[in-house]
C-alpha cells in the first residue's frame, strides 16, 4: 500500500490530476490517496498558499502527485506554492524528460533529461528593492552545487553516459563559476561519463538544432525552468512534459505546466503530463514495469491519434483522452 499526497492545485492542475489518479488507480498496485490543498484558492481563504499543516501531512506520506497553481503576479508577497513545496522539503533535483512521441510536430529521436537544481539561484527568493532600484540575490552554495551534480552523473550512468553543464560562467563568474568548478569536480568520480560544457546561449540554440545530440543537462534553477519549456516545445509542448522534485527522502511529480487560466474550466487540458508524472512516480516507488505499461498505454493513444485533445490537434476532452489510456492499460 503506498500512501501518496494528491495536491490537484488550481485550474487545470485540477481536471489533469483526476485523470492521472484514475490511471494510478487502474493498475494492480494499492494506494491511499491523501487529498491536500495548496495554491491561489487556498491563500485567498486562509492568507498563505501553503498551510503549514500540509507539509507536516506530507512528510507522512512517500511521495506527491501535483497538478499546477496559479502564482498572480500583482498580490504582493504572493510566494508560489510549488517553489514552497520544493524549498520546504528539500526536493533539490527538478528531472524533467524530454522525449519523441508520436505527435504532430514533435522533433524526432530526442531522449534527453534536464536536471535543474531545485532550492537555490535566482529563485531563492531573496528580493529586495530601494526606491528606484531592485534587487534578487542570486545564491549558489558548494553543498547545493555537489547533490545535484552528483544526481546528474548518477542519472547519466543509467542512461548513455553524457552529461551537458550548462552555465554563463564566463559573464555571472561566481556564481556560475562555482556551479562550474564543483560539477567538473564531481564529474571527476565518473570517468566513464562524457563531459560536456555550453554556455546557456548556446545551449538554448542548440536544443533546437541537434537535440538529439544531449543526453542529461546538468544547470541551476531559472536556466533550468527556461530551457525545460522549450525543450517542451520541441517535442510536442507542455502538454506532454512531466517532471519528478526529488530529494533524499521524497518526491513530487507534476506536470511542467502551469494552471493555464487561458483554458481552465474548459475540460480541453491535455492529461498526459500529469499521466507521464504519475509514470515518474511509479518509478521512484519501484513500480518499474507498471512505470513501462502506463507510458506504452500513452505512447499507444498517442500514435492512434482518435482521443487527442485540442493542443495536438485533436477535439476530445481530457476525460476521453484518459479514458482511451486506462482502455489501453487494461488490457495490457
Ligand atoms: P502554463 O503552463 O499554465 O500555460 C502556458 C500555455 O500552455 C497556455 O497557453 C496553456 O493553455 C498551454 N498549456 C499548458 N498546459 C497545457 C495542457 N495540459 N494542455 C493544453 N495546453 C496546455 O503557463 P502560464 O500561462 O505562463 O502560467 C499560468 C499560471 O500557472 C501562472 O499563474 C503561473 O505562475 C502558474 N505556473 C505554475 C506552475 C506550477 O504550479 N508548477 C508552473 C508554471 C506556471
Ligand atoms: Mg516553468
Known sequence: MYKIAVIPGDGIGK???SEAVRVLEST?????FQFMKVGYEVFKKVGTSVPDKVISEMKNTQACL???TTTPVDVPNYRSAV???RKALDLYANVRPVKSYPVRGCARDVNLVIVRENTE???SGVEFETENSAFAIRVITRRTCERIAKFAFNLAMRRRRKVTIVTKANIMRKTCGLFRE???LVAKDYPEVEVNELFVDAAAMNLILKPQAFDVILTSNLFGDILSDEAAGLVGGLGLAPSGNIGDNYGLFEPVHGSAPDIAGKKIANPTAAILAAKMMLEYLGETEWAERVENAVVTVLKEGKHLTPDLGGNSTTHEFAEAIIGVLEKS
Do not use: R, W
Open 15 to 17: 481536471t489533469v490530476i
Open 28 to 32: 494492480d498496485l494499492k494506494f491511499k
Open 66 to 68: 501535483f497538478g499546477a
Open 83 to 85: 517553489v514552497t513545496l
Open 121 to 123: 539561484g535566482l529563485y
Open 182 to 184: 564543483v560539477s567538473l
